[in-house]
């Protein structure tokens, strides 16, 4: 028997660093994709070391596994969420739910790849829907789908700087006190983009980048980056995504001609599983 699972990028719009505060998010899963083909043997496992590590965690039977992927590595597009994901589901096909999926996903990132991650990447996954957003509330780890607005177009600008988040404290550095005034403002600013138009969240964007600068996950690269991209014409905000330390820049611009040279960003469907013979 073979299984294989595709599970899509994560772009998060708003909501950085909240999965792990009991916080929310809006977000959607981009065209980029990872794909696990597992095929089950009588005995011994083949594949990449980490990907047979996460296998074995997983509790998968003996197997060889090969895994193809267009998600950006430490780019902060979540390629290990998607990985752990994809092992999940080849394990255990179509038998497990989509959050128990999540959960499992991050059981195996925790203890396998030492990343203390939330749930943000494994929810988007898994929940969002093809040309739509995902609204996630972690505090009682539940979702919305939500229409995307057609004046909503993003962009990834890559900084250009690599980062691990297991070799980072992933839950930031900042005092409590900061890290507490960060997650309000920026629940706050959740539910402001809801129904707000593209302009107002270009602003709510660019107050989100500020704000991750305040909890210590920047550099001085990214901002000056992020600095030149919001100053220029057609961009309406632009802000750091994903864990920190680097990755990739989210950007809002007027139409797709600005900042031609990089793809237009397209939610997509969520991750599956299907057997093959």
Known sequence: MKRRASIPGRINIIGEHTDYSGGCSLAFASQHRLVLEAQFVEAGYRGEPTVVALWEEAGGPPAHLEVTSSI?????????AALCLSI??????????????????????????GTPCGLLDQMTMMHSLEGRCVLIDFSTKTTTTISRPSDWIFKLVDSGIHRTLNSKDYRTT???ETKRLHVESENQRVKE????DSETLGKLLNETHESLETIGVSTPEVDALVASLQSTKGVLGARMMGGGFGGMILVLVENESILPDY???TPSRPGFVEELL
Do not use: D, Y
């Open 72 to 80: 950006p590595i430490g780019k902060g597009m979540s390629s290990s």
């Open 193 to 196: 983009a809801m129904n707000s």
């Open 174 to 176: 900042s005092t409590n």
């Open 263 to 265: 793809e237009t960003l």
């Open 88 to 113: 999940v589901l080849c394990v255990h096909g179509r038998s497990i739910g989509k959050q128990a999926a999540c959960e499992e996903a991050q059981r195996l990132e925790h203890v396998v790849l």
